[in-house]
């Protein structure tokens, strides 16, 4: 089990960006999928993009690909999510998950909140347009 810290949001105006930072502790974060999802008031919890820390294989939401880029450091036990030319829709509380996994998820599981057992306690990102 992994415990999960999220930092990095703020509040952009639309076009900016942000880099969400989520550092684990308690265990490295080898052999896990590990993922962004964000909530906003009022909405279900959804993901945005996730990573295979073995190999760096990744998935995106259509809603983000193109804008989003996440990544890790193994050697920090940190995953990244670079937010470029954020818009009002992206803003939300976003939380950091991961999962124990020897092969990574395939399809929709990437994304799936049930997918992944630990979670962070999330970083509020603002836009204003």
């Known amino acids: 089990q992994v415990q999960l810290v999220e930092s990095g949001g703020g509040s952009v105006q639309a076009g900016g960006s942000l880099r969400l930072s989520c550092t684990s502790s308690?265990?490295?974060?080898?052999?896990?999928?590990m993922g962004w999802f964000r909530q906003a008031p009022g909405t279900e919890r959804e993901g945005v993009a996730a990573i295979y820390t073995d190999d760096g294989s990744s998935y995106y939401a259509d809603s983000v690909e193109g804008r989003f880029t996440i990544s890790r450091d193994n050697a920090k036990n940190t995953v990244y999510l670079q937010m470029n030319s954020l818009q009002p829709g992206d803003a939300a509380m976003y939380y950091c998950?991961?999962?124990?996994?020897?092969?990574?998820?395939?399809?929709?599981?990437?994304?799936?909140?049930?997918?992944?057992?630990?979670w962070g306690q999330g970083t509020q990102v603002a836009v204003s347009s």
């Open positions: 308690g265990d490295t974060i080898t052999r896990r999928a």
């Open positions: 998950a991961a999962t124990l996994r020897y092969t990574k998820p395939g399809g929709s599981a990437w994304l799936r909140r049930t997918t992944y057992t630990d």
